[in-house]
């Protein structure tokens, strides 16, 4: 019997800024035997451990967006396995490009990119060895390995910045659309209540209720139920049991103290030029007050988000450090020269030095120490607990002979309570099967489980006897709700002979501005959108979540092109649209490449890679 492990990848990378395919990937062995990759593009292969790391990585996106788990069968049938594969070909046509015409890197710049990122450095923004060498283990790299694929990265970067980096969107096209956008409407509204309509809902029958109950039992159906006893032990069932004695603690603190240091920072953005002479001019600009930092960064084709370093020490700014520093309070210093080229530097906020005593991060470092003492103990306790299983020992005998908890759940696919809050449980749980022997599994914090489905309860409707009041009420809402919309639509038909909503005798409200997809704490978005799909003095009715709405679009207030919110909106439709344009054109280039080059799929091997994830 094995331990099947589910650790969950905690590391993140960010490269550079136009790196369009990016290195994601979870955790996954490699796949072994004579089939070394599922295609190439001429000579570039794309290889069986890329596709799976992607594969997974877009598994474990979706999940993440959904709230459970993805199967690859339902990737296949959403077409996401073919997205990922058709994102590899394209990543392999721009390294096949970029092979032919000789764009490279050499080791200083792949140096400075490794050093860059994040996830490899320690508390006080340096490289750390051991990070990376640890980080790297993690995601099932080597050293040569990543190194050799983030060279191939960085080469395909170049090769994209020359192809599209200066691609802009007309400005035409950005005015049209940031007038759409910018656009703002005055209207009336009301909403119709029961208070409202001329005849009140009258009490339903008993065969008015039962009609109901049988037309919509799937209401009244409890959802199946998966019967599930359990064993499971975690880091703080045990940590009562932990004693840290206070020389280790202090060890522990003296071994992070930079985290405990941390250097004075600043809040920082920046925009590099091309050229000193570029950035000397837009430095000139500032001073004279004929534009903003956002306005430089606008024509840079770049929004403040671009810009943004976020919270830097001295160290971490390089040549920029001692100027930026030297600063007193929020302004702009510059150009100075980097390692990528010219450039300004805004620091708007000084955050201070920051020291956290032993007594202060006592209570932190105990409770970490005395949970990854427990996390160690049940690790050093799972061959005994897997032997135990192994040889026939239930799950109440786990619980009596070991620091194992018992319990039973009632497990639905809503439950979320207890153990259930867990993945891997729940995992599990969707799917054991009667008779199933329990093996042990492990939980995110180090725990670990084992369960038995005793018995499987199927959707079952509850008696009407017993749901009568639920039933009631439904019933209730839905006439309701077929009321409100008739006198709603007698509302609609009386203004559109010449009434104004305020005299149907409806509670009316008026905005006398708001934006196309706005927010108004008092007004239901889909009465928002119904405003901006109405004509000008046309009234309408909708229904939201079982409330009906009567509106009037009162006029159409025009975008103010010269308004500072107008003029951000249009820096960022235009830095939007000409990302598009960008992807577009990189996009024809691939597919010119894959059709010059040779496109090659193994299907074989796509499908051998597909079925180790199911």
Do not use: C
């Amino acid at each position: 019997m094995k331990l099947r492990s589910h650790g969950k990848s905690v590391v993140v990378w960010i490269l550079l800024a136009m790196l369009i395919l990016g290195l994601g990937g979870f955790g996954l062995r490699s796949f072994s035997g004579q089939i070394k990759s599922v295609g190439s593009v001429g000579d570039t292969k794309i290889s069986v451990d890329e596709y799976a790391r992607a594969l997974r990585q877009e598994m474990q996106t979706r999940s993440q967006q959904i709230g459970q788990p993805v199967t690859m069968a339902q990737m296949r049938a959403s077409g996401l396995d073919q997205q990922v594969l058709g994102r590899l070909i394209g990543q392999a046509a721009l390294s096949e490009a970029a092979s032919r015409l000789g764009v490279s890197v050499g080791d200083e710049q792949l140096q400075k990119q490794i050093f860059d990122i994040q996830a490899f450095q320690n508390a006080s923004g340096k490289f750390d060895r051991e990070t990376y060498k640890f980080a790297l283990r993690q995601q099932g790299y080597s050293e040569t390995q990543f190194e050799a694929q983030l060279r191939g990265d960085l080469a395909r970067s170049i090769l994209q910045g020359a192809i599209a980096g200066g691609v802009k969107a007309p400005q035409e096209v950005i005015d049209a659309y940031t007038k759409y956008v910018g656009e703002h409407r005055a209207f009336t509204w009301a909403e119709i209540t029961e208070g409202d309509l001329t005849t009140p809902v009258a009490k339903p029958t008993d065969e008015e209720l039962q009609a109901y109950y049988n037309d919509h039992i799937d209401q009244f159906t409890a959802p199946e139920t998966r019967e599930i006893t359990y064993a499971w032990l975690t880091p703080e069932m045990l940590k009562d049991k932990v004693k840290i004695d206070d020389a280790t603690l202090k060890a522990e603190y003296q071994r992070r103290i930079d985290e405990f240091q941390q250097p004075e920072k600043r809040l920082v953005e920046r925009l590099v030029y091309p050229s000193m002479d570029e950035a000397q001019a837009a430095k000139d600009k500032l001073d004279a007050g004929k534009a903003s930092f956002a306005d430089l960064a606008k024509e840079r084709g770049l929004s403040l988000d671009d810009a943004d370093l976020g919270d830097v020490s001295k160290a971490q700014l390089g040549k920029a450090g001692d100027a930026v520093f030297a600063l007193k309070e929020p302004g702009v210093v510059g150009p100075i020269d980097t390692d990528l080229g010219p450039a300004l530097f805004k620091m708007n906020a000084i955050i201070d030095a920051q020291t956290t005593t032993f007594e202060q991060a006592r209570e932190e470092l105990a409770g970490e120490a005395e949970t990854d003492m427990a996390r160690r103990e049940i690790s050093s306790e799972t061959e005994k607990l897997q032997d135990m299983l192994a040889g026939g020992a239930t799950l109440e005998d786990m619980a009596k002979e070991t620091d194992m908890e018992i319990g039973q759940i009632p497990y639905t696919a809503d439950s979320s309570d207890g153990i259930a809050g867990y993945e891997e449980f729940r995992k599990a749980a969707d799917a054991a099967q009667v008779g199933d022997y329990p093996e042990l599994d492990n939980l995110s914090d180090g725990g670990v489980f084992a369960l038995r489905l005793d018995k499987v309860v199927p959707p079952t409707p509850k008696p009407f006897d017993k749901v009568k009041d639920e039933v009631a009420t439904a019933w209730h809402q839905d006439q309701l709700v077929k009321a409100e919309e008739a006198r709603a639509g007698e509302v609609v038909r009386a203004l559109e002979g010449g009434k104004s909503l305020g005299e149907t005798g409806l509670l009316t409200t008026t905005v006398p501005s708001i934006a196309r997809g706005g927010f108004n704490d008092e007004v239901p978005p889909q009465v928002v959108s119904k405003v901006f799909a109405t004509e000008p003095g046309k009234p309408a009715q909708v229904t939201a979540k079982g409330k009906v709405y009567v509106l009037v679009t009162d006029k159409v207030i025009p975008a103010d092109m010269n308004d500072s919110d107008t003029k951000l909106i249009s820096g960022q439709v235009g830095s939007q649209l000409s990302q598009a344009l960008a992807n577009d054109l990189l996009t024809f280039y691939a597919n010119a490449i894959e059709s010059e080059a040779g496109l090659s799929l193994d299907n074989q091997a796509v499908t051998a890679v597909q079925s180790q994830m199911q």
